[in-house]
């Protein structure tokens, strides 16, 4: 079942999401496994971040993979979990 996640990444900023984006994608094989779809969005504290996992066994695969790069740039801890919701229907204009 796909789940919709936002996490609010208050003093992050675009510099360091693309560093972690780099480091990311640096990885080897599919980092970004079952992800359907990501979007990141500033506002005046940070930034906010929207995800549609095909389940949270996938989403939980990506944290397991992030996390350590986010300890290791030493990124600000948002100091809540990620908000993570059923989705009832998915699509995209190309689907």
Known sequence: MAIFMKASLPGMTTDRYEALN??????PGDTFAGCLSHVCV??????EIYDVWESEEAMNTFGGIIMPLVEKLGLPDSGEPPKVSRVH???????
């Open 42 to 47: 500033p506002t005046d504290t940070g930034l």
């Open 22 to 27: 780099a480091e990311l994608e640096a990885l």
């Open 89 to 95: 229907r998915f699509w995209t204009r190309d689907s």
